[in-house]
């Protein structure tokens, strides 16, 4: 199956993400503007395609899913290539290929996820929502999320 995943760019996180509001909010023309948008910048997103067989993209969807599971702890990538079986460099590549981004993008991004899961369920403050995203310090906490979101979690 060589190159039989060159098409991944449609499937990245930010591009899965967009599909997931528009299916949630179907009559918001934001959401479906703001999918358009990501849509096309990830057909424009040109990278290197390495051949990827089933059973290493199947390695790299468990580690993914272990990196989501576990997002308060950092994860070495040399930790996580010998976790999906392979040397870290075609890691790195392989990961960016099957999910748009890099290891430490997807981390980030799955703990910015977390905390406004944290800020919208629960009255906690920053330094109790920073822990469980990763963060010991609310300041880290609070730079990533303005970051990631160009917003203050306080908004």
Not at 73 to 93: C, D, S, T, V, W
Request: charged fraction near 20%.
């Amino acid at each position: 199956m060589p190159g039989s995943w060159a098409f991944t760019g449609w499937a990245t996180i930010p591009v899965l993400d967009a599909v997931e509001r528009i299916l949630r909010y179907p009559y918001w023309t934001s959401v479906a503007d703001e999918v358009v948008q990501v849509v096309i910048h990830a057909a424009g997103h040109q990278r290197t395609l390495i051949d990827l067989t089933e059973d290493r993209i199947e390695c790299l969807f468990q580690v993914r899913e272990n990196i989501r599971a576990n997002v308060r702890y950092h994860h070495p990538i040399p930790e996580l290539a010998r976790r999906a079986g392979i040397n870290a460099q075609y890691f790195k590549m392989g990961f960016r290929q099957v999910f748009g981004m890099t290891p430490f993008q997807y981390l980030q991004y799955e703990r910015v996820k977390e905390a406004k899961r944290l800020l919208r369920e629960t009255n906690w403050t920053l330094p109790h929502i920073a822990e469980p995203t990763g963060l010991a310090e609310a300041s880290s906490f609070i730079r990533m999320f303005i970051k990631a979101t160009s917003v203050s979690p306080h908004e």
